[in-house]
């Protein structure tokens, strides 16, 4: 294992001091101790730095309410620390040691299933101590410099200790900073991170400007508090268990839209807020309704603004990051590089830059610490070969392991599952190397970036409910896709998924028996397979 | 306080939107997402499942079959809409020319916004058409 970083000197027993490293890593949260832990273990030196005085990142303070929005089942239907398990748990950061795998089941309480803001925090410390993340703690990162061109650029980050250079950096600050629209009035109210304790919001009329999650979070946490709650934004409020997806207000959520449906006295309305005048002590709230009509007029003893975050990217757009989105996420290659300053990587949430193909309108779920774990290591992996020469293990496999090993992954790859029709793991067949085990790469790029006959192997989800895998078979240049069966248990690896896979390989000239390791299936039932899908269509366009 | 153009501000200036209400902007604008393209990457995939519909805001798209460019795009223009309306892959490939900024609307959510919103189908309508017409410049 490769040494994590510098020794430490002198009176300041913190590592990594100002000066020359070949990568730096920003941000103290779980994308910069992720990217980190597994840029160590490639054996690729770097620093890390935080204005934090701990490691954590938005959970030491959020979620306000202190519960999180991802779970983490103690009892799943895999083994705690197998690969398998991680389907299950979408809070623990990755290790290749056993022994630091699934550390977030072990320090729940047993109250919920949900982990406690505090528990989070403590996850996120406990697996940088015991994996030896090192971070420099209460250094700041202030300004950017670019010096050089080309191959010899060196990025130059200044911070409250001094300057770092280096020809590589990974920013995983979070999507952290508060976002307020240029609303009239909106600077007389909080935003979301200045909410004040729920107890100070008692038998007051509550104004909330926004329906994503973290109004919907406050206005749950206000229902017994407060004696009328409004929330408003342009469009309709859109629920996850509608949307089969992390967009929308999870179920955890709800409670206050059901009270509103029930007419139990919460309004949620679909309204632009044209501006927000001062009444005495109270406040004014014109809004407009989305379906046209005269302004309304609502009172309120309390508004609070749930208008989201946007990125800390400092000075990176004066120096050409460019940025996009309410959120002002960086343009990213797919492979999360600055679309427009080389060298200038992103980890964490950060990484929902890169969108990939967003099939069916689905984003992957970078924005969250179960998808932003496997982008962080498939990061890491990528700057290490590409950046620093460590070379890419590609295990070969024999042409008989290839519909067993495609069927296993399908079955338990948990970066497949969370990151569906945006990570797939390869396996290609080249002429003069054999056939082997790429790992797992953006599926954007496989799509895009050309190069030896191979399969892509995915999981997809049809936002109405299906969940179901893809192969991409690239022979000639050319890809074509193939849906695979579903499985209402989600195992995908049953005979009818093996005679499909079959079926692919034998465009690859691959005679592959569908039995061949095969485990029992359980009984499960197959559903809806598709047809192949050419890439190359005869039909004209239009 | 963040001061920007907001995308219900870019969308009144596109003549696909030219009919509605600064309300009804605002309500049209949530229902996108915003995407970044840097050149040559392809926003459409032809043959491939799953796409949506685009409208560009900033930058210029090639429609292209293997090597044969179709025509191109820009400001205001939208593309995606017939796979998304049919549910059938795109049968050409989108390319970015330089980098491109779009607004993104998932195929499922397309039907809905355009039956909420009749002018703006009317004017993709229009826009369609328009297309027709010229398709056998395509052909050639």
């Known amino acids: 294992m490769a040494a994590l970083g510098e020794a430490s000197g002198g009176r300041d027993e913190r590592p990594f001091p100002p000066g020359e490293y070949p990568l730096v890593v920003v941000g103290s949260g779980p994308g910069a101790i992720q990217v980190s832990y597994a840029l160590g273990r490639l054996g690729v030196r770097h620093a890390v730095l935080s204005a934090d005085p701990a490691p954590g990142g938005m959970f030491r303070r959020f979620p306000f309410f202190q519960r999180l929005l991802s779970w983490t089942k103690p009892y799943a239907p895999a083994e705690r620390g197998s690969r398998a398990y991680e389907r299950y748990d979408w809070n623990s950061l990755l290790a290749d040691e056993p022994e630091h795998r699934s550390l977030m089941p072990g320090l729940m309480d047993g109250a919920s299933y949900f982990p406690s803001r505090p528990e989070m925090e403590r996850n996120l410390r406990l697996f940088a101590e015991r994996t030896g993340v090192r971070i420099r703690h209460d250094c700041r990162w202030e300004r950017t410099r670019l010096e050089g061109e080309g191959e010899d650029r060196t990025i130059v980050l200044e911070t409250s200790d001094g300057e770092y250079r280096c020809s590589t950096a990974v920013i995983a600050v979070g999507v952290a900073e508060p976002y307020k629209p240029a609303t009239p009035g909106i600077e007389l109210v909080p935003h979301y991170v200045d909410t004040r304790p729920a107890t100070s919001y008692r038998d007051r009329r509550v104004f909330i400007i926004g329906k994503q999650n973290s109004g919907f979070e406050l206005a749950s946490g206000l229902l017994q508090e407060a004696r009328s709650i409004v929330l408003a934004s342009p469009s309709p409020a859109r629920l996850s268990v509608v949307t089969h997806s992390l967009v929308g207000i999870r179920a955890r959520y709800v409670q206050p839209y059901e009270d509103h449906v029930l007419g139990g006295g919460v309004a949620v309305l679909e309204a632009a807020i044209e501006r927000i005048e001062r009444d005495g002590e109270a406040f004014r709230v014109v809004t407009r309704p989305s379906r046209g009509g005269d302004p309304v007029t609502f009172e309120a003893d309390d508004v609070i603004a749930a208008t989201g975050f946007v990125t800390p990217l400092l000075d990176l757009p004066s120096l050409g990051v460019a940025t996009f989105g309410q959120s002002r996420l960086p343009a990213q290659t797919p492979f999360w590089e600055s679309a427009t300053v080389p060298g200038i990587f992103f980890a964490g949430t950060i990484s929902q830059g890169a969108a990939g193909l967003k099939k069916h309108g689905l984003p992957a779920n970078s924005g969250a610490v179960h998808g932003a774990r496997y982008n962080a290591r498939v990061l890491a992996r990528r700057i290490a070969e590409t950046r620093f020469g460590v070379p890419r293990a590609r295990p070969a496999l024999a042409s008989s392991d290839v519909l067993p090993f495609v069927a296993t992954e399908l079955r338990h790859a948990p970066e497949l599952f969370h990151q569906r029709a945006y990570l797939a793991r390869v396996v290609s067949f080249e002429p003069a190397t054999g056939i082997g085990d790429d790992g797992v790469v953006p599926l954007a790029w496989f799509l895009d970036s050309g190069g030896p006959d191979a399969l892509a192997v995915t999981i997809e989800a049809n936002g109405e409910g299906a969940f179901y895998p893809v192969l991409y078979a690239r022979r000639d240049g050319a890809v074509t896709e193939h849906p695979l069966p579903g499985d209402e248990l989600l195992g995908f690896d049953g005979p009818e998924h093996r005679r499909a896979i079959a079926d692919v390989l034998a465009g690859f000239g691959i005679a592959a028996d569908p039995e061949a390791g095969m485990a029992d299936s359980g009984g499960r039932a197959a559903v809806a397979a598709g047809p192949a899908i050419s890439s190359r269509p005869e039909a004209p366009a239009s | ?140």
């Open chain 2, 1 to 140: 306080m963040i001061e920007r153009m907001t995308i219900a501000d870019e969308l009144a200036g596109l003549a696909l939107f030219a009919d509605l209400s600064s309300a009804q902007l605002e309500g049209v604008a949530h229902l996108f997402d915003e995407g970044w393209f840097p050149s040559g990457e392809r926003i459409l995939r032809q043959g491939l499942t799953g796409s949506g519909f685009y409208l560009v805001l900033d930058g210029e798209v090639a429609i292209r079959q293997g090597d044969r460019e179709l025509a191109r795009l820009g400001r205001g223009d939208f593309f995606g809409d017939i796979s998304a309306l049919l549910g059938e892959p795109p049968v050409a490939d989108v390319v970015a020319l330089g980098p491109v900024r779009c607004l993104h609307l998932a195929a499922t959510e397309l039907r809905d916004a355009l039956v909420a919103y009749p002018t703006v189908l009317f004017r993709m309508l229009v826009e369609q058409t328009r297309r027709l017409r010229n398709a056998e410049r395509w052909q050639r």
